[in-house]
Every structure is written in structure tokens, then in C-alpha cells.
């Protein structure tokens, strides 16, 4: 059995990506426990979701990542389809499960996957 090293390009804009959408969801988050949602239970709700979100994203983009070169939309779909399960799953039993409140954690999440897949393309080509 060979282990395969992970190439150095996808190493790096994995890296890259994470700190980019990072940055964007903390600006995010701060946004709307600052302007939309400001009591304390809402803030838990975005902080606990903008985490989950982080991690879901890097997964996500390291699939579509490293299906680059051979199917570029397939890895970008399975991403898709891995943050369309985490949203349900959020929905129905994550959101329950920590006592959260709904609102806030479903629409956050929400805008941080959007928000982080609109730069996801930038660095898949790095």
C-alpha cells in the first residue's frame, strides 16, 4: 500500500482559502451579532454556526480541490450536496441538539456558505 503526498499547489490554496474565508465569515459573524441579532443567545447561535461553517467549507473545498483537474464539477457539486446535508441536518437536529436559537443559527449559517462559496472559485486555479 503507497500513501500519495497531498501535491504542494492544493496544500497551499487549501491554506489560502481557509484564511480568506476565515477572515470573511469573522467579518460576517461580527456584522450580525452587531447590527441584525445582538442578544446573547443570537450571538451563540452565529458564533456556533460561523464555526461549523469554517469547518464545512474546508472540506468542501478541498474536495472540489483536489477534483480539480478531472472533474472540476463534480468536486464543486459533492461540495454542494456536503453543505446542503450540513443545512438539513442543522435544521432538524443540530440546532435542537445545542439549544440554540433557530433564526439566527439558520441564517447565518446560511450566509456563510453562501458568502465563502462566492470566493471559492478564486482559489481553485492557485
Known sequence: MTVTAV?????RSVLLFTIAQSVLIALMAFV????????TASARAIQVSAWLA???????????RFMAREQVLAGWGLGMLLRFAVVLFWAFVGIRALDLTVTPALMSLALFFFVSTLIEPIFLNI
Open 54 to 64: 469554517i469547518g464545512v467549507q474546508i472540506v468542501s473545498f478541498a474536495i472540489a
Open 7 to 11: 501535491p504542494r499547489g492544493v496544500a
Open 32 to 39: 450580525l451579532m452587531r447590527f441584525a441579532w445582538v442578544d
